[in-house]
Nanobody, 129 residues
């Protein structure tokens, strides 16, 4: 397993941008991949995006395509979630998570939260209207 530490959350106005970071401690070889999830109060944890560490292939929740961008810096062992055009409904605790088995081609069935083995502590994002 790996350890994950998120940062970058905060309180912003609607329309603003934020970039979340997730530093990975541990081995990230092979088909290692990272996902971002979010959980709003009273709601279930929701998949946001995922990336394969080796290939850079990405996968997004349909509703967030175009506003959110996932990326990684292999040299820094860090993943990022760039969030643009934030809306009040984006308010949630954002978690990064890690799993193996994310290769060149990513598919929706891989993105269930139960498929991810390690989780960060979460970072709060609050968007005011």
């Amino acid at each position: 397993q790996v350890q994950l530490v998120e940062s970058g959350g905060g309180f912003v106005q609607a329309g603003a941008s934020l970039r979340l970071s997730c530093v990975v401690s541990g081995r990230t070889i092979g088909t290692f991949g990272m996902g971002w999830f979010r959980q709003a109060p009273g709601k279930e944890r929701e998949f946001v995006a995922a990336i394969s560490w080796s290939s850079g292939s990405t996968y997004y929740a349909d509703s967030l395509k175009g506003r959110f961008t996932i990326s990684r810096d292999n040299a820094k062992n860090t993943g990022y979630l760039q969030m643009n055009g934030l809306k009040p409904e984006d308010t949630a605790v954002y978690y990064c998570a890690a799993r193996w088995g994310l290769g060149t081609y990513l598919a929706g069935w891989q993105m269930a939260a139960s498929n991810f083995d390690s989780w960060g502590q979460g970072t709060q994002v609050t968007v005011s209207s």
